[in-house]
C-alpha cells in the first residue's frame, strides 16, 4: 500500500518553487527537503552541500508547488464518463445517472472506479479530495490504498439509495462510517456529505450538522446548483437556500457547499458572515448549462472558495490544471474584466484555498517548514510551456495536468517520471473497463 | 524537411475510426490506407488480408480522427506566452504586446516562434492552421518545414508595422506575398489578413478584398471582438461593422471572420447571408475579458464556424482539444441549456467546420477515400480515457492535446508515438527561450 511505505528522506533539488505562502516570490533553483512526512527546510539549492539522503529528485526546468486539492468531487463517478451527455439535465439526472447509479454501484465498481479516479487525480497533481457518495468504505480504501489524502464522505439522501435501501437509516449508515474511519489514518477524514436541501429534510439536515458537530468534521452539501433548485426550495420553504439553511443552524465554518452558482448578494453575504466554505465547480456547471457562480465576488467577501471537478459524469475528467483555467477564464469573461482572479489567485483556489476549505490549512496547502509534505512537480520542457515568463501564467493558462511529472503526498513519492510507484494504472483501467462492459448497456453512438 | 520525404503507402490498423462524414457513425477495429497524399481505402480492418505496406501503424485502444484545423492563430506569438497576463485590455495590448512586437519581433524570432508554435501544433493534433501576423514569409518557411497545411496571411494594418515601416505599403508588401508564395506548395495557401475594419481604412479594406479576389484567396479580418471597437467603429461609420463592412463590399464567401463576440441579430444573418466564415476564439475572448460569442446562434443559421485559438499571449496554448471543450461548455452555460452544441457538433466545427472556413472541404476535413491524408490518431488507454462509452464525448470532454499519439499530414507521418519524426523539438525550444532571454526583459513575477 503505496501510504504505508518507510519514509525517507528526500531532496529536491534545483526547480521554480511556488510555495504559495502569502507574500513569498518565486524561489528559483530551489531546494526542498523532507523528513519522514514533513517538509523540513526549503532553500536555495546549494551544491556545496547537501544533506544526507536516499533520494534526490532533481527539478530543473520543472515549478515545485504545492499539491493541488479537488473541493468537490464524487470519485466512482468515473464509472459514467461520458456515458450520457448533451442531455436536457433532469433527463440526463432521472433517465441515466439516477437508474445506472442504482444499477450498477455495488461496493466492487465503487472500489475500483475510485481507484481509477485516483491514478487520474494524481497523475494530474492532486493530492488530496474531498469527495462524498455512497458505498463510502470503499472510496475510503481506495484513496487509501492510493495514498491520496482525502475527506470521504457517506452520501445521506431522504431516499431509496445505492448501499442505503432504508432512507430512515441514512444518517445511522453515516455516523456509523464515521465511528469506522475517523482514527483510521492521518490521512483519511470521513464525513457525511447531504445531497442537497430539497432531498434532504430539514430533520435530515440539522442531524446530520449535529453529528458532524459532536465529531468536529466538516460537512457537505450540493447548494443552489440550478436555477430550479432554488425555485423548488422556495415553494418549500418560503425562503431561498441560504437562509433555510440558516435558519436550521447549519451554516457553520465546518460547512462546504458545492456549486453555489444561485445567490444573491445577501446570500452572499450571509455565508462569509458565517464563514461556510464554498467548492467551485465551474466546468460542470458550465457543461450541465447550469449557470456561473459569482466567484470574484465570493473571494472579494473572503469567502473561502476551493475549485472542485465534480464528478467524470459531468465534467468529464478530473484535472484540476483545466480547472484552474476555466475557473480565471470564466471569472474574467462573467465580468468582462481580464484582471479578475489573476493566475496567482486561482492557484492559491487550488491550493491553500482548498486546505482551508477542508481545515487543514495548518497542514497543507502551501510548501514551508513543518507541514505535510504534500508536493507535486511540473515539467516545463515542453513546447507549449515555452518560453517561461510566468510560473504562475504558465500553470494556469498554458499547463494540463498531463504536465505533471512528479507527486509527493505524505512524504510519499507515490507517481515519478510519470509513472506509478506502487499502483498498477493498467490494472486498474482494465478491471473498470471489464467492470463496464459487463454491466452498462452502451448508449447509440450518434 | 517533413514535407518533402517520400511518400510511401500507409495502413492504419485497429482503433475506433471518426470519419466526421455526415451521417457516418463510428467505425470499429476500422483501416485506413493512404498512398501517396491521399487516402485510398476506409474500411473494417481484415486480418486475412493485408495491402502490401511498408509502414503499419497498430491504433488498437485509439481513436483515428481528421487533423484538427485551427482557424485563428498567430503562431510567432509564442514568443510572448505569458508575458503579461492578467492585465486590463488596453494595458495589455497598447503597454505590453505592441510594444514587445515592435522591439523583439524579427525574421529570426518570428521563424523560431512559429516553429515553436507548429511543435506545439502537431504535438496536440492540429494539422492545419489559418495564420495571420508579421514577417509572414517567416511563418510559411516555418509551417511548411513542420509539414503543416495551412493558410498563411501577411498582416495589413494602417499604422507602422513590424517588418512594414511605411504603412502606405502594407498592401503591395502584402501583394508580393501572395505573388511569393501560391505557386509554392499544396499545402500553403497565402493570404492577407487586415488587422480589423478600426485599424485599417475602408480603402485598405476594400483594396486587400480585391487583391484576395483577384488572387482567389480567402481574406482574414478580426471583427466584433470587443464592445468598445464595436461603440468606435459606430462613431466613425455611423454604422455597426457588419453593415460596414457590407456596405464595403467586404462581406463575400472568402472573408473568414475572427472573434465575431458583438453581433446583432441582424448582423448575424447578414452573415449568414453573405455565407461569411466565421473563426470562433472562446478562451481567448475568456482570458481578456470581451465577451461571449453566440455560436450556438450562427450554426442555426448555417453559419460555417471553425474554431480558432488566437495567439498565445491570449490563450496562452494552441491546443484545440481544450478549445472545443470550452467552445460546447461556453455555449452549454450561456444558453442554459446542455443540449447546445454537442460533442460531435464541436468535433465537427473543428474538423470539417474549419474545412469550409478555409475552402478546403473538398480536400480535407474528413477521412473518406480520396481526401488528403490529414489523420490524427488519439490514445485512449490512460485513465482520464477510461471507461470509454462514447468517442466523441471523450475527445470533446476527457481528452486533451497531450493524448495525441500520431499525426500524419498529407500522407507524411510527422510525429509517431509522441515524437517527431523530422523537427528536433528541443532545440527550437531552446532556441526560442535563447532568443527570449536575450531580448525580452522579464515581467517582475508577483
Known amino acids: ?53 536516499n533520494e534526490i529528485i532533481s527539478a530543473t526546468d520543472t515549478i515545485i508547488l504545492p499539491g493541488l486539492i479537488n473541493t468537490h468531487c464524487h470519485s466512482p463517478m ?60 470503499e472510496i475510503v480504501k481506495a484513496l487509501h490504498k492510493a495514498g491520496m489524502r482525502a475527506l470521504v464522505a457517506q452520501g445521506v439522501i431522504d431516499f431509496p439509495a445505492p448501499g442505503v435501501p432504508d432512507p430512515k437509516k441514512n444518517l445511522d449508515v453515516a455516523s456509523a462510517f464515521l465511528g469506522r474511519w475517523i482514527h483510521f489514518s492521518d490521512r483519511i477524514i470521513p464525513g457525511i456529505f447531504c445531497h442537497s436541501p430539497l432531498t434532504c429534510s430539514d430533520k435530515t439536515l440539522l442531524k446530520a450538522q449535529e453529528i458532524s458537530t459532536r465529531f468536529n468534521l466538516p460537512l457537505q452539501t450540493h447548494l443552489s446548483e440550478t436555477d430550479e433548485e432554488v425555485t423548488e426550495i422556495k415553494q418549500k420553504t418560503s425562503m431561498r437556500p441560504v437562509f433555510y439553511l440558516d435558519e436550521l443552524g447549519l451554516l457553520k465554518s465546518n460547512l462546504i457547499a458545492a456549486h453555489a452558482v444561485y445567490l444573491t448578494e445577501e446570500e452572499i453575504d450571509l455565508l462569509a458572515k458565517r464563514e461556510v466554505n464554498i467548492a467551485h465547480c465551474p466546468e460542470s456547471n458550465m457543461k450541465l448549462g447550469s449557470g456561473i457562480a459569482a466567484v470574484a465576488q ?68 502551501t510548501i514551508e517548514p513543518g507541514k505535510k509534505a504534500d508536493i507535486i512537480i511540473v515539467d516545463t520542457h515542453s513546447p507549449h510551456m515555452t518560453p517561461m515568463y510566468n510560473p504562475y501564467s504558465q500553470l494556469v ?45 452502451r448508449p447509440a453512438l450518434a
Open 1 to 53: 500500500m503505496g501510504g504505508n511505505k518507510k519514509n525517507c528522506t528526500i531532496v529536491i533539488e534545483g526547480g521554480t518553487l511556488l510555495s504559495m505562502v502569502d507574500g513569498e516570490e518565486p524561489l528559483h533553483d530551489a531546494r526542498v527537503v523532507i523528513s519522514g512526512d514533513r517538509i523540513t527546510e526549503v532553500s536555495v539549492s546549494d551544491n556545496n552541500f547537501l544533506p544526507e539522503t
Open 397 to 441: 493558462y498554458s499547463a494540463t495536468g498531463g504536465d505533471v511529472r512528479d507527486v509527493i503526498i505524505n512524504g510519499n513519492i507515490v507517481y515519478r517520471d510519470r509513472g506509478f510507484t506502487d499502483l498498477d494504472s493498467a490494472e486498474i483501467m482494465d478491471e473498470v473497463t471489464r467492470l463496464c462492459r459487463h454491466v452498462i448497456v
Open 298 to 365: 465570493m473571494l472579494e467577501k473572503d469567502i473561502t472558495v476551493g475549485i472542485g471537478t465534480d464528478g467524470c459524469a459531468s465534467n468529464n475528467n478530473l484535472d484540476l490544471f483545466l480547472e484552474m483555467d476555466t475557473t480565471a477564464k470564466l471569472a474574467k469573461v462573467t465580468n468582462l474584466d481580464p484582471t479578475i482572479i489573476d493566475a496567482r489567485a486561482v492557484l492559491a483556489m487550488a491550493t491553500i484555498g482548498g486546505a482551508k476549505v477542508i481545515g487543514l490549512e495548518n497542514g497543507i496547502g
Open 78 to 137: 468515473t464509472l459514467f464518463r461520458g456515458m450520457a451527455d448533451d442531455l436536457p439535465l433532469k433527463t440526463w439526472l432521472y433517465d441515466h445517472i439516477f437508474p445506472a447509479e442504482a444499477k450498477y454501484l455495488n461496493p466492487d465498481t465503487v472500489y475500483w472506479a475510485s481507484l481509477l479516479a485516483c491514478v487520474e487525480m494524481i497523475a494530474s497533481g492532486t493530492t488530496t479530495c474531498i469527495d462524498g457518495y455512497f458505498f463510502a468504505d
